[in-house]
């Protein structure tokens, strides 16, 4: 699971077919844009931005993630602390999955 800025999310996107040949861009990596999109199943990296985190929770909270990158970090002072709450829950939920 990547969150990042809504701004980079393709950029992210770009750089893991640059940089990870292995994934197929197509079947493996998926940018939610909006609330009506859901986790495909067989997704391996799901990329959104801040505020989709914070809507679609229930969705976020159904996949079992190896691994949570959190770009630009620093912009979590500039939200709520129910962004710092559903962050500690993904979290939470990674580690009951090992």
């Known amino acids: 699971l990547i969150v990042c800025p809504a701004a ?4 992210w996107a770009c750089q ?7 994934l197929n861009p197509l079947r ?3 940018i ?6 859901k986790v495909s199943v067989g997704v391996r990296v ?4 801040y505020k ?25 002072r500039k939200f709520t602390n129910r962004t710092v709450a559903i962050l500690s829950l993904v ?5 009951e999955s090992d």
């Open 8 to 11: 980079v999310r393709s950029t």
């Open 16 to 22: 893991l077919e640059q940089w990870l040949d292995f």
């Open 28 to 30: 493996d990596i998926q």
């Open 32 to 37: 939610l844009r909006s609330h009506a999109d």
């Open 46 to 49: 799901a990329i959104m931005s």
């Open 52 to 76: 989709m985190l914070v809507t679609c929770t229930p969705e976020i909270q159904k996949v079992r993630w190896g691994y949570i990158i959190v770009d630009e970090s620093q912009n979590l």
């Open 91 to 95: 979290r939470k939920l990674t580690k």
